[in-house]
T-cell receptor, first 110, second 112 residues
């Protein structure tokens, strides 16, 4: 897909609380939705991904949900910890080209 | 299994010089992608290559930029006659066919 919108652009949460980031896409052919975490000056690291034949996926404190009808998907981080502070990017793809959202800067307050 | 390797990690060039960025994919990965990240922005797709083939270069600027992935050796992103607007982080990713892309550490290019 070409257009991926991501909200919010910044998110500050108290340690232990949950963080939710939402993305919308426009390309109906998109079938793969990864989430990347990028710490300052580092590479983007894949934290979780979901394909269009699945509505929800969970990995420990991280979960992703996908609503194909509404063309949106969300990242949920529970029991946030200071090391969760980073920039998070959503992306979509229908073959190989990843189209990224603008990113969400998450700050976890101790 | 070593991850995606990129070098140099930092590159400083003066306007008009050439920049060469190298990327070695993960072992077993035959697909390479280049992305550009401007400060405080998301990554933008530039080009997708397989060995000796450019599959999609729709994100590459029409002039001064070229990419290759030879049969032997790393993939190269080449920027000729650099301008200040080329200053950015350039990330390479690799994958098996139609699988998850894993990113390298990036090359941060600064054009003076």
């Amino acid at each position: 897909g070409e257009n991926v919108e991501q909200h919010p652009s910044t998110l500050s949460v108290q340690e232990g609380d949950s963080a939710v980031i939402k993305c919308t896409y426009s390309d109906s052919a998109s079938n793969y939705f990864p989430w990347y975490k990028q710490e300052l000056g580092k590479r983007p690291q894949l934290i979780i991904d979901i394909r269009s034949n699945v509505g929800e996926k969970k990995d420990q404190r991280i979960a992703v949900t996908l609503n194909k009808t509404a063309k949106h998907f969300s990242l949920h981080i529970t029991e946030t910890q200071p090391e969760d502070s980073a920039v998070y990017f959503c992306a979509d793809s229908n073959d190989y080209k990843l189209s990224f959202g603008a990113g969400t800067t998450v700050t976890v307050r101790a | 299994n070593a991850g995606v390797m990129q070098n140099p990690r930092h590159l400083v060039r003066r306007r008009g010089q050439e920049a060469r960025l190298r990327c070695s994919p993960m072992k077993g990965h035959s697909h390479v992608y280049w992305y550009r990240q401007l400060p405080e922005e998301g990554l933008k797709f530039m080009v997708y290559l397989q060995k000796e083939n450019i599959i999609d270069e729709s994100g590459m600027p029409k002039e001064r930029f070229s990419a290759e992935f030879p049969k032997e050796g790393p993939s190269i992103l080449r920027i000729q006659q650099v301008v200040r607007g080329d200053s950015a982080a350039y990330f390479c990713a690799s994958s098996p066919p139609q699988e998850t892309q894993y990113f390298g550490p990036g090359t941060r290019l600064l054009v003076l």
